[in-house]
């Protein structure tokens, strides 16, 4: 069936085709499209192929799925898509873009951009920052909140993911000279029952609204720096299976994603940034019980994906693809395994460093991508529906105010524990009350719990929270001594020196909470 494309794919090679300022084409294979970058542009033609999970067997089809993938990118990145080109051929039998003639084919054009500015490449040469990532995790917030919600049922599954594991079940079947035929049949065996046990709370989330038209494909090579942000792009509008997702499998892709590369901090950072900004925390924090299936099932598919892949890439190439196979389907029967939950609440003065320290080992508790931090500077400044960043009048700071964020605090801890997964409370935990209220909720989920408290001297949480920028807590100096000079009653938990740097601080703590790390 691609024969009837030759002609296409070596039009569109030809740099004469796209102007005189290009002396070269670029082109990228992938197993369903092909990818010509010309000048400034890029024309991504789709293969006429025919797959289990996707139909471009035609030119018709093949302009609705371009058409399909204009609309959905240009929710994130309405600058990068420029719009959908007809290959034309003249009477002549001469080939045109948008020319005379009748359409033999069509492909979406889009602007290029630098090629190291994909989060895949950075991610490669160590400078994909934690930083940058929380700023992804941002834009996939946005797209999130703005994704149209599925209220309809088409497969007769409102979880979704019966149809996906069915697939695995054939896709990996099909390989297990790959990946081993024990190896297959344990893990299909292992996410099958994952998936029904999971099947009453996603099929409550799909009731509450959390299914939407989402990218579907947010892995790090669909991201990008483009003018002058992270850019989702290449979303998959192939199959509504891929996009009428779970709002949490479809954020789980990137979690994966980063997981597979060893970039554990970085997977936390975007699951944090995300539990704390989107519409609805509580509801997040609980559907993480199922982010172990999602994971499974991301690492999953991918691993069938590199095996296809493999199929049409030069044997020397193919050998890296399907090695690349294998280490994601490690990584889908590896996150499968249950790690126990735990809370871990980390306390003391403004200024001790409660954020940097929750941040440095949040990465190693509980299961992947590591534990849930609820910080209560977050927590208030979402209750009063602002940004991080915007600073808050004195009277977001009185007692009955204090008492709101508390209580958030608690109930988000909750709901992070009772989906089973690790969570860490960053806050001052300033009276004895707070301590015990805060011990009663490990106790009540029946986790292991460790209170850290942090202390440092005067001189050094002046100088740390005079120096504060872009953060979401607003204490300055003034704050930090009066909460020395009130007092935080009998601490029981143990106390750690927090005035060496975050490293130092961090082993200490670590030491302290032993086997609870991973």
């Known amino acids: 069936m691609e024969r009837e494309q030759d002609c296409v794919i070596a039009f569109l090679s030809d740099p004469a085709t796209h102007g005189a300022d290009v002396s070269a084409v670029q082109r990228i294979d992938t197993h369903i499209s092909i990818i010509f970058l010309a000048g400034d542009r890029v024309f991504k033609l789709k293969r006429a192929v025919v797959l289990e999970f996707l139909d471009y067997g035609t030119p018709d089809k093949r302009r609705f799925y371009c058409e399909r993938e204009l609309v959905l990118n240009r929710r994130t990145a309405p600058a990068m898509y420029l719009g959908v080109r007809a290959i034309d051929r003249d009477t002549a039998g001469r080939l045109t873009i948008d020319g005379p003639g009748d359409a033999i084919d069509w492909v979406v054009e889009m602007m290029r951009f630098d090629a190291d500015s994909l989060f895949g490449r950075q991610a490669d040469v160590g400078q994909l920052t934690l930083d940058r990532v929380r700023q992804a995790a941002d834009e996939i917030t946005a797209l999130h909140e703005i994704a149209e919600i599925v209220t309809d049922d088409r497969d007769g599954d409102e979880a979704g993911m019966s149809p996906t594991v069915a697939q695995l079940r054939g896709g990996l079947g099909g390989h297990a000279d790959i990946f081993g035929m024990a190896a297959v049949t344990d893990y299909l065996n292992r996410i099958t029952a994952v998936e029904q046990d999971q099947r009453e709370l996603l099929s409550a989330r799909f009731r509450a609204g959390w299914v939407r038209v989402c990218h579907g494909d947010l892995h790090l090579n669909n991201i990008c720096m483009f003018d002058g942000r992270p850019t989702l792009f290449d979303a998959a509008e192939a199959n509504d299976r891929f996009m009428r997702i779970d709002v949490l499998y479809d954020l789980a892709f990137l979690l994966m994603d ?187 989920a029946d ?72």
């Open 258 to 444: 980063l997981e597979m590369r060893g970039l554990r901090a970085q997977a936390n950072a975007v699951l944090n940034r995300y539990a704390a900004c989107c519409e609805a925390p509580r509801a997040a924090l609980a559907g993480l019980r199922a982010m172990p299936l999602f994971l499974s099932l991301r690492a999953a598919i991918r691993a069938e994906v590199s095996v296809l892949t493999a199929d049409n890439v030069a044997a020397v190439d193919a050998r890296d693809h399907l090695g690349v196979a294998r280490r994601y389907f490690d990584l889908a029967r590896k996150v499968l395994v249950p790690v126990p939950a735990a809370l871990v609440a980390v306390g003391g003065a403004s200024g001790t460093g409660k954020t940097c320290l929750a941040r440095a080992i949040a990465p190693d508790l509980g299961p992947a991508p590591g534990a849930v931090i609820v910080r209560s500077d977050e927590v208030r400044k979402s209750l009063f529906g602002v940004a991080y960043t915007d600073r808050l009048p004195e009277t977001a700071y009185t007692e009955e105010w204090h008492r709101r964020t508390y209580t958030e605090v608690i109930a988000r801890a909750q709901h992070a524990l009772a989906a089973g997964h690790a969570c860490i409370v960053d806050a001052v935990h300033g009276s004895p009350g707070e301590r015990a209220g805060i011990e009663e909720v490990a106790a009540a």
């Open 447 to 518: 986790v292991p719990f460790h209170g850290v408290w942090l202390e440092a001297p005067a001189d050094v949480l002046r100088a740390r929270t005079a120096g504060r920028m872009g953060d979401a807590s607003d204490a300055g100096p003034e704050v930090a001594m009066n909460q020395l000079r009130r007092g935080f009653g009998d601490v029981a938990w143990p106390s750690v020196d927090a005035t060496g740097d975050i490293d130092a601080v961090s082993v200490r703590v670590r030491d302290i909470l032993g086997t609870r790390m991973r």
